[in-house]
């Protein structure tokens, strides 16, 4: 069964850093894209950033310059690396791949659980 686990989230003061892991585990065939969406409070889930196989990266406006968003292709892990993180960025942040299981033929989509990110002013 395949599964994305998170790890980093936390609370952090108002230019500071995070740095957010999400490992795809499981019997995989493939990942292409990963990325990390987020829900702010009483709002909808929005993408921040996302990473091709191939190193192609989206990002949001609003965390454009400060959110790097990279992988590791052989440990099926993706990283987003936050900096001058700003209260407006508080949100639960979710781990997203589209990932081809051992034996299948076509990709499904796959979430992680959720870590919080706080940031206070």
């Known amino acids: 069964q395949v599964q994305l686990v998170e790890s980093g989230g936390g609370l952090v003061q108002a230019g500071g850093s995070l740095r957010l892991s999400c490992a795809a585990s499981?019997?995989?065939?493939?990942?292409?894209?990963m990325g990390w969406y987020r829900q702010p409070p009483g709002k909808q889930r929005e993408l921040v950033a996302h990473?091709?196989?191939?190193?192609?990266?989206n990002y949001a406006d609003s965390v454009r310059g400060r959110f790097t968003i990279s992988r590791d292709n052989a440990a099926n892990t993706v990283y987003l690396q936050m900096n001058s993180l700003k209260p407006e960025d508080t949100a639960v942040y979710y781990c997203n791949a589209m990932i081809i299981p051992w034996r299948r033929l076509s990709s499904s989509e796959y979430w992680g659980q959720g870590t919080q990110v706080t940031v206070s002013s």
């Open positions: 499981g019997t995989i065939s493939s990942i292409s894209r």
């Open positions: 990473i091709t196989n191939g190193g192609t990266t």
